[in-house]
C-alpha cells in the first residue's frame, strides 16, 4: 500500500510539472506568435522604426569591436541583413522553440507522437505561421511578402525545432538512465 501511495505521488509530482511546463510554454508560444503576427501588420514606416533600434545597437556593437565596420556605404545592407537576422531568423527560432515544446507537452503521452507526427505537427505550424505572415504584409502598406522570408522564417522556426528535439534528446536519455539505475 505504501509503495502503491509513493507511486501516485510521483506520478501527480510529475503531472504537476508537466502542466508547469505546458501553461509556461504555451504562453510563451503564444506571445511570440502574436508579436510576430503583430509586426507582420505594422506599416513600412513603422516595422522600419520598429527595427531601427536593434539596427542601430548592432551597428554600435560591430563598430566598437571593429571600429569603421559599418559606414553610411553599407548601412542599408547591414540593416537588411540584422532585420533578416534578428527579425525574421531570431523570432522564428524562438517560436520553433516555444511551440514546439508546447506541442510536446500537449501530446507526449501518446504514443504516435513518438513516431514524429508531432515534429511534424510542429514543422507545419511554423511554415504556415511564415506563410500567413508574409501574406498579410502583401496587405499593408509599404510592406511586401517575400517568399525568401518564407524560407528565412521556417528555416528559423526548424533551427528551434532542432534545439527542442536534441534537448528532449538528452533529457530522455538522462531520465532513462536515472530510471534504469534505481
Known amino acids: ?5 509513493a507511486n501516485l ?6 503531472s504537476r510539472k508537466d502542466l508547469i511546463l505546458l501553461i509556461t510554454f504555451i504562453v510563451l508560444a503564444v506571445l511570440i506568435n502574436a508579436y510576430i503576427i503583430y509586426h507582420a501588420c505594422l506599416n513600412g514606416m513603422q516595422s522600419s522604426n520598429a527595427s531601427e533600434g536593434v539596427v542601430e545597437v548592432s551597428e ?8 569603421n565596420t559599418i559606414t553610411e556605404a553599407n548601412h542599408d545592407q547591414f540593416a537588411t541583413f540584422i532585420r533578416k537576422a534578428f527579425g525574421h531568423f531570431g523570432l522564428f527560432t ?3 522553440i516555444f511551440s ?3 506541442t510536446y507537452f500537449v ?7 513518438t513516431k514524429g507526427l508531432g515534429i511534424g505537427i510542429s514543422f507545419l505550424f511554423g511554415f504556415l505561421l511564415a506563410v500567413l ?5 502583401l496587405n499593408v502598406p509599404g510592406r511586401s511578402g517575400e517568399f525568401v522570408d518564407v524560407l528565412i522564417d521556417t528555416g528559423g522556426y526548424v533551427i528551434g525545432l ?11 536519455k538522462h531520465q532513462a538512465k536515472k530510471k534504469e539505475n534505481h
Open 1 to 5: 500500500m505504501h509503495n502503491n501511495c
Open 9 to 14: 505521488y510521483g506520478y501527480m509530482k510529475k
Open 60 to 67: 554600435e556593437v560591430v563598430n566598437t569591436v571593429r571600429p
Open 94 to 96: 524562438l517560436s520553433g
Open 100 to 102: 514546439s515544446f508546447a
Open 107 to 113: 501530446i507526449k503521452d501518446t504514443k504516435w507522437y
Open 133 to 137: 505572415t508574409e501574406i498579410i504584409q
Open 162 to 172: 532542432g534545439i527542442t528535439v536534441l534537448i528532449l534528446a538528452l533529457v530522455l
